[in-house]
């Protein structure tokens, strides 16, 4: 952790990717923070799960026995003071004894060192020393760099002949300052006969002026503008004044994701009204019985109130120094019985921000409560054209967080405009292999999506986390230029309606899963295959099919291909009808048909959510609140919207510090008075009033509806 009073402003500039070593990073300025956490592994679902050591306290044999652990001195310390990120070994398969280079084609094309033999690309060049290919470099994460084709040429060649490259740009006469990059051990080498192997195209590297950076020079120059991620975002460096009015949660083990999200709605007028009143916050004590009392740590309304008149007023229970609120029974209440939240592990707070709006809103459904989750959810319509009969579908649907992706290509000098990114979420999507019901042919479809209300509250996700190819979590590193204000009046959806006769027909074909055994057993008796499908759809056994066909066999249609034709879902006053496909879908999981019905209700009607809700919500599948028909609760579940002008102002920040979104550490950053750019950080149980806020690199942003 950086400590402003030791660092050395005079110190050296690194030239190395390495730490404690001459020159790389001196690791001067910092001192080391330890924590000691408590690790249980599930042999079950094979995770660790961490929980801090408070949880032992009245614990004495426990307790002796961690301290002990603790004491310890690890054996690998001394091995670590040090560290070479960019060492690189001689290789000793480039000695000119083994490494034979091929002669050139005489009658070729002569070498061209200052553009790519594939593309326009003229820097960034690397030359394969094998074969005399010139290939740009890789694309990075930013979207700068090449198009891949350099290593693209050796896995096309392979290894006996393209192994090895380099970087035109860094040939200098300085050999250390010159990249060769080994494609099969996938990493960069030393290449001391790298005068003869030059020699061979004609280059003489004495002779050579270094034209770009190495990619060690690269590394550095990210590691000390992103590296520092840590620093930028808790604003270490900076003499920081305590924030008197603003009251920190302390982290009870990797729940800075949760305490995150609690201080950013905090500042909202719409959430202190509804949790934040201390008077009706005491009122609710003073009515609760004995009986509730003792169930207290299970009372939704009391856990909830108790959190934020703390944060919004000030704890009045002295918890120690610098601990101001130590929400262990809410963390509890609200993660029990989900698959991630129930853990002590760390968490994305954008999906928990999602998953505390459903308990809210399932609690408030319950009791017949205002519910301050509305404030956050709109309504978008998705427009989709055929490309085929150029007819139309139009649907709606509800959502409480505007989720954009980053996409590197928009970086400039790895900084992206909000605009880009709000843009690329309302551009139209191309669908390739739609099955149109118009014509029961497949081809290509567009699909537009616009807003059909605006939120007073709105929150913004941005889509910095990915898997790679080998399907590993990601974090793009990259900035985005979000403002104090924007607009989403551009993205409203058109007032143009769309007439009957345009859109596309209600009905339309869906796949059927046959028990395939069953119709092969019927074919081998005689019969087409879709004969034999359509009697086992109808009958479901061998035998009973056989009769099915037998008595069928003059029908027009019997050995046409096999198709169900199913009603689009129709909502009409209490009662919610189901696809029947979407029902197999989740019952094939081991679910009961009311259940399916239920994941389906809570997420409108939507198969790929209802499949990702039910398991996060097993507690609850049992709730006797899904009916075969309408119900009275059914009449109030129609999602509710706050509507208004398409004006928005930036109320919170909340960062992320580390490599994906389930490690790492977050911060929020707030705003307390809208007329002003003062902001306020909250990191954990500190507040401090703000001296840069990080508004480049945030991971959520919290808008409200700007008033006039």
């Known amino acids: 952790m950086p400590t402003p009073e030791n660092i050395d402003t005079d110190a050296p500039k690194p030239k190395r990717l390495a730490i404690g070593v001459e020159g790389g990073f001196d690791g001067r300025g910092f001192t080391e923070v330890k924590e000691t956490m408590l690790a249980c592994y599930d042999e079950v679902s094979q995770n660790i799960y961490t929980a801090p050591l408070e949880i032992i306290e009245n614990n004495q044999y426990l307790e002796n ?79 700068t760099g090449g198009n891949n084709h350099a290593i693209e040429h050796f896995q096309t060649v392979g290894e006996a002949e ?21 494609y099969k051990a996938d990493k960069f080498v030393k290449d001391p006969w790298l005068d003869e192997h030059l020699k061979h195209f004609g280059i003489d590297y004495n002779n050579s002026k270094k034209t770009e950076k190495t990619v060690t020079e690269m590394e550095i120059d990210l590691n000390k503008k992103l590296g520092n991620e840590w620093d930028v975002i808790q604003e270490s460096g900076h003499d920081l004044i305590k924030a008197e009015t603003t009251f920190g949660i302390e982290n009870l083990g990797s729940t800075c994701y949760m305490a995150a999200v609690i201080q950013a709605l ?6 202190n009204a509804r949790f934040g009143n201390r008077t009706e916050y005491h009122e609710l004590i003073k009515n609760l019985d004995k009986n509730e009392v003792e169930k207290i740590k299970d009372n939704f309304e009391f856990q909830i109130r108790k959190l934020f008149t703390n944060v919004i007023h000030g704890s009045n229970v002295d918890l120690g120094e610098h601990v101001e609120i130590r929400p262990r029974a809410f963390k509890v209440l609200i993660g029990k019985g989900h698959q991630e939240f129930a853990t002590w592990s760390q968490q994305d707070s954008g999906e928990w921000f999602q998953h505390f709006l459903e308990v809210i809103d399932r609690n408030c459904r319950t009791e017949g409560l205002k519910n301050p989750g509305t404030f956050f959810t709109y309504q978008v319509e998705e427009r989709l054209q055929c490309s085929q009969s150029h007819k139309w579908r139009v649907t709606s649907r509800s959502d409480n967080m505007i989720q954009v992706p980053i996409n590197p290509d928009d970086a400039n000098d790895n900084c992206i405009p909000f ?42 996700q941005l889509g910095k986390f990915y898997f790679d190819d080998q399907w590993q979590p990601k974090k793009y590193n990259i ?11 551009a993205f409203k959806n058109s007032s143009e309606k769309i007439g009957e006769s345009e859109l596309l027909p209600e009905e339309g074909p869906v796949e059927v899963q046959f028990d395939m055994v069953k119709v092969r057993q019927l074919v081998e008796m005689g019969f087409s295959e879709n004969a034999c499908k359509r009697a086992i759809h109808t009958v479901g056994e061998v035998a009973a099919g056989l009769d099915w066909l037998c008595g069928h066999l003059e029908d027009p249609d019997l050995n046409d291909p096999f198709q169900v034709f199913v009603a689009p879902v129709k909502t009409s006053g209490n009662s919610m009808e189901f696809k029947p496909e979407d029902i197999m879908m989740i019952t094939s999981m081991g679910f009961t048909e009311k259940q399916a019905k239920k994941a389906l209700k809570n997420t409108d009607n939507n198969v790929a959510r209802a499949a990702d809700w039910i398991f996060s919500h097993m507690d609850e599948l049992d709730d006797q609140d899904v009916e075969e028909s309408g119900s009275a609760n059914n009449a109030n579940s129609e999602p509710e919207f706050t509507d208004g002008n398409a004006e928005y102002v930036l109320r919170a920040i909340i960062s992320h510090m580390g490599s994906n979104a389930t ?30 806020p990080p508004k480049k690199m945030g991971y959520l942003y919290l808008f409200e509806r700007k008033k006039y």
């Open 266 to 271: 905090a500042v909202c007028e719409e959430v």
């Open 65 to 143: 026995y961690v301290n002990t652990i603790v004491a310890l001195t690890s054996t690998d310390k001394k091995g670590v003071e040090a560290w070479e990120g960019d060492l690189r070994e001689v290789e000793p398969l480039l000695n000119p004894a083994f490494y034979i280079q091929p002669s050139l084609p005489a009658d070729g094309p002569g070498l061209n060192l200052y553009k790519c033999d594939l593309c326009d690309k003229c820097d960034n060049l690397w030359l394969n020393l094998g074969t005399g290919f010139v290939g740009c470099g890789r694309k990075y994460y930013d979207g």
């Open 162 to 182: 393209a192994r090895f490259s380099v970087k035109i740009g860094t040939i200098c006469p300085n050999i250390e300052y010159i990249d060769i990059y080994d």
């Open 663 to 692: 490690a790492g550490h977050y911060v929020s950053h707030v705003r307390k008075n809208v007329s002003e750019d003062k902001w306020v950080i909250v990191n954990d149980e500190k507040a401090s009033h703000s001296v840069a």
């Open 419 to 460: 605009e880009s990114t709000i843009s690329r979420f309302f551009a139209p999507a191309d669908i390739t292999g739609f099955k149109s019901p118009e014509t029961n042919q497949l081809g290509n479809a567009q699909k537009w999506t616009k807003m059909t209300s605006f939120p007073d509250l709105l929150m913004v």
């Open 479 to 489: 900035e985005v230029d979000v403002p104090n204000e924007f607009s989403l009046a």
